[in-house]
Structure formats: C-alpha cells, structure tokens
C-alpha cells in the first residue's frame, strides 16, 4: 500500500462547476497536510496548508482534513478554466520535515 | 523577492555522464530540500540540507550526491547517468521551524 493515493483522473468539470478532489493516506502520523498546483512543466505551487483535522478556507477554496479517516480534500468553488492543472496533495510528520506526495489528479475546467 | 530560481531550465546528457544542477532558495530561507518528478508522478524526497549538513535522506542511491553554500544556495549533483535519471528535479527552500516549503520551476534532465 503507497503511503498517500489519488486518483490521477483525468477530471473534466465545466466551468462554474464544484470540484472536488481527495487522497487517502496509510500513516497515521502525519500532522502537515498540503495542496499544491502545478501547471504544465512548471514547480508546484502551494494552495493550501493545514495543521492537524479540520477546515481552511482561502478564497474559492477549501481544504479539509479528516484525520480519523485518514482523508483529506480540496474544493474549488466556482471553477475557472485557469484552474485546469494538475493538483498534488502532500502531507508530511513535522515541520520541515521531508514531504511526500500524492501522483497528483489532472483537472480540466471545461468554458 | 525573486522566489526559488534554479539553473539550467533545460539539461541534455547521455548515459554514464554526471550533472551538476543548481538552486538559490527564497529570501530569507535556510534549508533547502531536492525532489525528482518522473513524468506523470508526484515529486519524490531526494534530501535536505540545513546549516551546510544533509539532514535528511530519500531512497535514493549515493549517486545523489549534493552540497550546500554558505549562503544557503544548493547543489544537487548525479553521477553515472541512467535512462531512468530523467525528470523534472525541483528544489524547494523553506525557513527554520516554518511551515511551508517553497518550490522552483525545476530543471528538466533528459538522459539519452
């Protein structure tokens, strides 16, 4: 069993549409749990940072973490086609602390 | 703030070659760590470096090698090049006892 998984899509939604993405994980452990965008050969850019179980909102996004289920998502509210990318889902034991990814879910915003 | 910047963007080399591929971190930053992105794949921990040290360590081979300056800057080098070494490597800086780490837009190594 990987460590953290998600599912590589591709995920087509039209545009204005509610996106949601999620991973699981196997280590109970982690504490840090993070999203990242990635655009076509560019570095990751980090969306969202969480600390622990619960919610984080910024913007048209939402993080949550459900820490008993070892589950965590992403919702894009009013989806916009800048908003297709690949979307990677992290999440690591400390502060600092080496980061291990998800294989990323591909997303296309339909206009 | 001009953010991670990496160099070269783009890397050709042949089989057996060694690359040397280069980082600055974002102002303020002290550690830096390298990750490896194979096509289609979230990035992988390759390591860390902190204070000029490698604190941490991914599964990789000790053909990965890297270094880092006094300045904070870094160098990741690879030695004896397979076809499997081609990816995009990334390096993401981030400060001590912050939370977030920061990444560049990585180099792209193809290995012939």
């Known amino acids: 069993q990987k460590e953290v998984e998600q599912d590589p899509g591709p995920l087509s939604v039209p545009e204005g549409a509610i996106v949601s993405l999620n991973c699981t994980y196997s280590?109970?452990?982690?504490?840090?749990f993070m999203w990242y965008r990635q655009y076509s050969r560019k570095g990751p850019e980090l969306l969202m940072y969480t600390y622990s179980s619960g919610n984080k909102e910024d913007g048209r996004f939402t993080a949550q973490v459900d820490k008993s289920s070892k589950y965590i998502s992403l919702f894009i509210r009013d989806s916009q086609p800048s908003d297709s990318a690949t979307y990677l889902c992290?999440?690591?034991?400390?502060?600092?602390?080496?980061?291990?990814f998800g294989k990323g879910t591909r997303l296309h915003i339909l206009p | 703030d001009a953010g991670v910047t990496q160099s070269p963007t783009h890397l050709i080399k042949t089989r057996g070659q060694q690359v040397t591929l280069r980082c600055s971190p974002k102002?303020?930053?002290?550690?830096v760590s390298w990750y490896q992105q194979a096509l289609g794949q979230g990035p992988q921990f390759i390591f860390q470096?902190?204070?000029?040290?490698?604190?941490q360590r991914g599964n990789f081979p000790d053909r990965f090698s890297g270094h880092q300056f006094p300045n904070y800057s870094s160098e990741l080098n690879v030695n004896a090049l397979l076809l499997g070494d081609s990816a995009l490597y990334l390096c993401a800086s981030s400060s001590t006892g912050g939370n977030e780490q920061f990444f560049g837009p990585g180099t792209r190594l193809t290995v012939l």
């Open positions: 102002s303020g930053h002290d550690t």
């Open positions: 992290a999440m690591s034991l400390a502060r600092d602390d080496k980061i291990i």
């Open positions: 280590n109970s452990a982690f504490q840090y």
């Open positions: 470096y902190y204070e000029e040290e490698e604190r």
